[in-house]
């Protein structure tokens, strides 16, 4: 398995609360990407970066805030959770280096419960 | 907006039995490509495909890209309690870094 580590692995928090979830990388790899899964809907992007200050938008990206100042680590950042954030988080990487295949490397998630 | 559509949702089958999944997608794609996720655990990449019409195997699992790279499927031959989980296909977008995830097939193997 790729080299990265999601913290938390495991959260709950209450409605109005920030939250920050953490993703960590030993590959050196360019991109990185915040996911959320759910039933039903299957993974969704979030946010995603390709480098250090650069980030875009995904398809869910509401009430959502990442932040990259480091290759190696990637911030997720909900403002005031809400219930509907409660989900699986995951982190994924990909390296432009491996031609214009970008598969993703995912780390092991992190579970988040909004009371 | 561009979406990847994948069926059935869930299946059921006897160890032996062949299994199929099949991805649509609104829109042309850049390449395809298949992912495991173990229940309880993560998505895990398996294969990309980037040509049109291109078929490629690995031991049991047969994966096909369409003609007009609209279209995908992953076929198991023989099925094992091992290949027990949820198959996603994404689909690379045209001109983006993303891709577009299926919304998944769960599979259940009974011996």
């Known amino acids: 398995d790729a080299g990265i580590t999601q913290s938390p692995r495991h959260k709950v928090t209450e409605t109005g609360t920030p939250v920050t979830l953490r993703c960590h990388q030993t590959?050196?790899?360019?991109?990185m990407y915040w996911y959320r899964q759910d039933p039903g809907h299957g993974l969704r992007l979030i946010h995603y970066s390709y480098g250090v200050k650069d980030t875009d938008k995904g398809e869910v990206s509401d009430g959502y805030s990442v932040s990259r100042s480091k290759t190696e680590d990637f911030l997720l950042t909900l403002e005031s959770a809400t219930s509907s954030q409660t989900s699986v988080y995951f982190c994924?990487?990909?390296?432009?280096?491996?031609?214009?295949?970008?598969?993703?490397?995912f780390g092991p998630g992190t579970r988040l419960t909004v009371t | 907006g561009q979406q990847v559509m994948q069926i059935p949702q869930y299946q059921h089958v006897q160890e032996g039995e062949d299994f199929t999944t099949y991805c649509n997608s609104s829109t042309t794609l850049s390449n395809i490509q298949w992912y495991k996720q173990r229940p309880g655990g993560h998505p895990v990449f398996l294969i990309q495909l980037v040509k049109s019409g291109e078929v490629k195997k690995q031991k049991r699992l047969t994966f096909q890209f369409g003609e007009a790279k609209k279209n995908s499927s992953l076929h198991i031959t023989a099925t094992q309690t091992t290949d027990v989980g949820t198959y996603f296909c994404?689909?690379?977008?045209?001109?983006?870094?993303?891709?577009?995830f299926g919304t998944g097939t769960r599979l259940q193997v009974f011996p």
């Open positions: 994404a689909g690379g977008s045209l001109g983006t870094d993303k891709l577009i």
């Open positions: 590959e050196n790899h360019r991109y």
């Open positions: 994924a990487i990909s390296d432009s280096r491996t031609g214009p295949s970008y598969e993703q490397y």
